[in-house]
Every structure is written in structure tokens, then in C-alpha cells.
């Protein structure tokens, strides 16, 4: 069976420190999205990329906010120096090329910065 | 831009009950597809249904089926038979269709308890 995974699952962490999340996209799927669902915005895009390239970061604060794919199998959100107003549950997704263009979720991260 | 919106917060229902949760959109695409996402407590997101704009024919999976009007701009879900597995947060969500997939965006999300 399938499944997105990412880890941690749970993270908390000191204002100021970096933090690191990764997701594993289900191999043979070709793009990967990085939500943030909190309780005032909801679930919103902060960035994804098809192929590895990143092909929208617009949802993402750029002066602390980075997001990678070193590899196929591989994604990565980083967050430097990180804030209270970062807590939040991350949510990585992938999907295949070709119909139905489903998004598969993983569990997701949640992070609490104090 | 698209919006999504859910216009019921909380809602809940009886067991073995009928309900009805409520989604509108707005969008200028003609093509696209609409979904309905469940979470439950684990936080979890699970598709629960998909409609392509394109076609007429509503879709139902199971006890979960969906009104879809497109010259309204409505997606609406029906849960029929309620089951206290259906306790969730349930994310109405919209999609352009590109070759390949794109961004979700998703409604605020209504709260469904399901009372015994």
C-alpha cells in the first residue's frame, strides 16, 4: 500500500531554532505540494514543485522559508530562524501525472515553536 | 483566483441520518475538479469523493454522494446512513485542471459529529 511519509510527526522547538521537515512522495509520482493548515488561515499552499523543479513558492514567507527537492524521493521544508506564529500542522502531498490527478496526503508534521 | 467556501462551521446528525454539508466556489474555469476531504482526530486527510466539472453525472462513492451544479457554483455532499466513523472535519476542495496536478484550494471546512 502506497503512502506518503513524512517525519517528524511532531516537533517542538524554541523560537529562533531551525527546523526541518521531510516528506516521501510515493515513488513514480511527479509533483509534490507542501500545505500548512492552522486554525485561523485553514489549509493553504505554501509551495510545490513537479519533476523537482519548484514550480510555485508564493505561499511561503522567503526570508525564513526554503523548500527543496534534492531527489526523487526526497522533499524538504525548512524553516530558519522559526517563529511561534510557525506552529502549525504541515502537510506534504504527491501526485501522478496522469488521471485522476489525485493528491495522496501524508500524515503530516506538526510543529509548536515556544 | 479561486475561492472555496463553507458556509456551516459545525454541524451534526443522528446516527443512521441523512446530512448535508454545503460548499460554493467561485472560478472563471470551465474545466476543473471538485473533491471532498474527510479528517478525522489522526488529522489524516481522506479523499472521500471527486467530481470532474465536465461531467453531468453526480458522483457517489458508498453511503457519500454529491449535488453538483455547476451554473451555481455548487458542490454539496451528502452523507446518507451517518455513521459514528463519520465524526470529522470535511474540506470541500477545488482544483484547476492543468496537465498534471495543481494547487488545492480548500474551503474553511465544517466540523461533523455524529451523535449516537
Known amino acids: 500500500d502506497a503512502r506518503v511519509t513524512q517525519t517528524p510527526r511532531h516537533k517542538v522547538t524554541e523560537m529562533g531554532q531551525e527546523v526541518t521537515m521531510r516528506c516521501q512522495p510515493i515513488?513514480?509520482?511527479?509533483?509534490v505540494f507542501w500545505y500548512r493548515q492552522t486554525m485561523m488561515q485553514g489549509l493553504e499552499l505554501l509551495a510545490y514543485?513537479?519533476?523537482?523543479?519548484?514550480?510555485?513558492d508564493s505561499g511561503m514567507p522567503k526570508d525564513r522559508f526554503s523548500a527543496e527537492m534534492p531527489d526523487a524521493t526526497l522533499a524538504t521544508l525548512k524553516i530558519q530562524p522559526s517563529e511561534p506564529r510557525d506552529s502549525a500542522v504541515y502537510f506534504c502531498?504527491?501526485?501522478?501525472?496522469?488521471?485522476?490527478?489525485?493528491?495522496?496526503f501524508g500524515p503530516g508534521t506538526r510543529l509548536t515553536v515556544t | 483566483a479561486q475561492t472555496v467556501t463553507q458556509s456551516q462551521p459545525e454541524m451534526s446528525v443522528q446516527e443512521a441520518e441523512t446530512v448535508t454539508l454545503s460548499c460554493t466556489y467561485d472560478?472563471?474555469?470551465?474545466?476543473?475538479?471538485l473533491f471532498w476531504y474527510k479528517q478525522p482526530p489522526s488529522r489524516q486527510m481522506i479523499l472521500v469523493i471527486r467530481?470532474?466539472?465536465?461531467?453531468?453525472q453526480n458522483a457517489t462513492e458508498n453511503r457519500f454522494s454529491v449535488n453538483f451544479q455547476k451554473a451555481a457554483k455548487s458542490f454539496s455532499l451528502k452523507i446518507s446512513d451517518s455513521q459514528l466513523g463519520d465524526t470529522a472535519m470535511y474540506f470541500c476542495?477545488?482544483?484547476?485542471?492543468?496537465?498534471?496536478?495543481?494547487?488545492?484550494?480548500f474551503g474553511k471546512g465544517t466540523r461533523l459529529s455524529v451523535i449516537a
Open positions: 502531498a504527491s501526485g501522478y501525472r496522469g488521471y485522476p490527478y489525485e493528491q495522496y
Open positions: 515513488l513514480g509520482h511527479n509533483t
Open positions: 514543485f513537479r519533476n523537482r523543479a519548484p514550480l510555485d
Open positions: 472560478t472563471s474555469e470551465n474545466n476543473y475538479y
Open positions: 467530481q470532474e466539472a465536465y461531467k453531468q
Open positions: 476542495a477545488f482544483e484547476r485542471i492543468r496537465t498534471g496536478n495543481t494547487p488545492l484550494v
